[in-house]
C-alpha cells in the first residue's frame, strides 16, 4: 500500500510528527510536550546553546492543545471529555501548580498576576474597539517596504 509516499507504515509513522523531519535535513529535532513549559524553556535553551556555537538550527515540534474552538463562535467538535482533559493539561495552570509547590510563588502573587494580565487584555481590547475600523482596501497596507 502506498501512504504518503512510502510504501511501508513504519516510514509513514516515523514521520507522523514535524520533529521527525530534521534528520532529512541533517539537524536535531524534538517533538515535546508544549504543555510542559520547562521541557519547552530546556529544549529551547539547548537550540539556543547550539545556535550560538555556529552548529545550526534545531526543529522544535512543541505538541499543544487548543483551549477553544478554531474561532469565536466556531462549533466545537472535541468531545466534553476530550475539552477537559485538554484544559486539565492547561500550560499556564500546570507551571502556576509547579511553582506553587516549589515554593517559588504565593496564590496571591498568581492572582495578582492573572488582574495585571487581565488589565492589560482588557485594555488592548477597548483600544481595538475604539480605533478606525478598516476595510479590504486596507489589506496591503504596511505588508510591503515602500
Known amino acids: 500500500m502506498m501512504a504518503c509516499g512510502v510504501r511501508t507504515a513504519e516510514v509513514c509513522k516515523a514521520l507522523m510528527n514535524i520533529g521527525d523531519r530534521a534528520i532529512g535535513y541533517g539537524i536535531p ?10 521541557e519547552v524553556y530546556e529544549t529551547a535553551k539547548t537550540a539556543i546553546e547550539r545556535a550560538r556555537r555556529g552548529e545550526g538550527p534545531t526543529l522544535m515540534n512543541c505538541m499543544t492543545t487548543r483551549q477553544h474552538p478554531h474561532w469565536e463562535g466556531d462549533k ?35 492572582k495578582a498576576t492573572r488582574d495585571r494580565i487581565q488589565k492589560l487584555v ?9 480605533s478606525p475600523k478598516v476595510g479590504p482596501e486596507d489589506a496591503l497596507k504596511y505588508v510591503y517596504a515602500e
Open 29 to 38: 529535532g524534538f517533538n515535546i510536550d508544549g504543555n510542559d513549559v520547562v
Open 122 to 130: 482588557n485594555e488592548a481590547v477597548e483600544f481595538a474597539r475604539k
Open 76 to 110: 466545537d467538535v472535541r468531545t466534553k471529555e476530550e475539552v477537559e482533559e485538554q484544559l486539565r493539561r492547561d500550560a499556564i495552570t500546570g507551571f502556576e501548580k509547579r511553582m506553587l509547590e516549589a515554593g517559588m510563588i504565593s496564590e496571591q502573587e498568581i
